[in-house]
């Protein structure tokens, strides 16, 4: 099933340029070496290929799209033609574009893309030439070059699965990650320590976990690869959301606003964390939790995990000083949502831009939920006990307990004076008498959370 489906997607799609193409050093099981792979950044998917004994004399094994000729000129203003290219016979590999610079003869002519072929330079086939032969043959042209330049795409799949060997001359098939909700991560999977130079894609197929991880040359390459397939993973997500609440019959408070993955710290035993992928879910009402990907429609109505958004809070952990985590299990980059029931959850960003995304999502939903219930509760502690401190636009300022049992509520036109010390502690005074203020912490929990 795997070798049809590839072949009619390659079909498919020989027409269509990758997004971004190139090679990296990776690899698809954990215990595998790493080596040579042809990467290509496509619409939904990330594809991985291996030159497996390939032979740089023959085009028998690939389909060639999309040839043209470009002729580039470099005017008294331009001091270069703009682009970088990889590969040569050394290498097994084919010649190709591999970074095309702005404001350059390459980038303005609109034909030049990274992972083209150069097939020819000035006349001169580059097929079994090597990577000097290449920049000997630039630099001769002077102040013109002509390229002609193509996709090139595997004619015939290696066999399922990461291939150890394909026969001369094939381009293998190694793995096929598809880029909805998946995440990229920098850290060595399941610790709090970051990978120098490389990063993991991980997904699902809904069945089974997927992942290719790789190791970059420079940090700029790998800062390029990153920041293409995240920003591909966001537009899949964002469309997904929208077909969803198009072409699903949801009740308004079920529609989705915001979807995608993060890492949660969670026990691997009784003492010891690990960070674990989960998926988020934020709808008009609510914010779901998923510990895999849902394989049918009916799954995301399932979560393993599901709390009201008037009722959660969220906070950024500030390292060093928080002392819910072990320093060794810290990520930059994380925040604690504390439920209404009392369950707190300690979710970690690849970045600070994601980090913001997500508050401002999560930020934005609970305005809306808010809106419509006219009421948000925040975790307490009052008399030293557990409790929901609320604000009710109808009711006022109500101290509930977690069964939303009322233990003590005024009105906002009765309340005199307001103080806090900048943390957690409130201070609501309605008169001049002692029982008529209240003082409680917001935003803690009796028992702070262990991660030892």
Known sequence: RLLARVSLDREIMTSERPIKAGTLHGKARRHAPFREMLVELQKNRLVAYHYDKVKDTTLAHYTIVNQRVVQLEKLPTDTQFGFTFEGGVEYQSPIKINKVYPDTPAMKSGEVYEGD??????????????????????????????????????????????????????????????????????????????????????????????????????ADLMTEWISAISDTVKKLNKNEVEKWNTWTELEDYEQILHMGTVHELLPANAHYKVWQRKALVVTKGHLNIFSSLPDSVEGWFRPEESYSLHQITVKIMKLPNDERVQSSQKRANSIIVQSGTGKSHIFSFESHHELESWLKELHDASITAVNELKRHSYRGIWNDMSVLFTIDIDQGFLVEDMHHTILWSKPFSRLKHSFDDGSSQLNLKFGKHENESIELLVGVEIEPISMK
């Open 117 to 218: 072929v150069i097939f020819e330079l000035n006349g001169i086939s580059l097929w079994g030439k090597s990577h000097s032969d290449m920049t000997k043959i630039a630099k001769d042209g002077g102040k013109t070059m002509t390229l002609h330049l193509a996709c090139l795409n595997p004619r015939d799949i290696g066999s399922k699965g990461e291939s150890e060997s394909s026969a001369e001359g094939e381009l293998a098939l190694i793995a096929e990650i598809p880029l909805l909700m998946a995440s990229v991560c920098k850290y060595e999977r399941g610790t709090a320590l970051v990978r120098s130079d490389g990063f993991e894609v991980v997904s699902s197929n809904g069945k089974q976990e997927l992942s290719l991880l790789f190791n970059a040359s420079t």
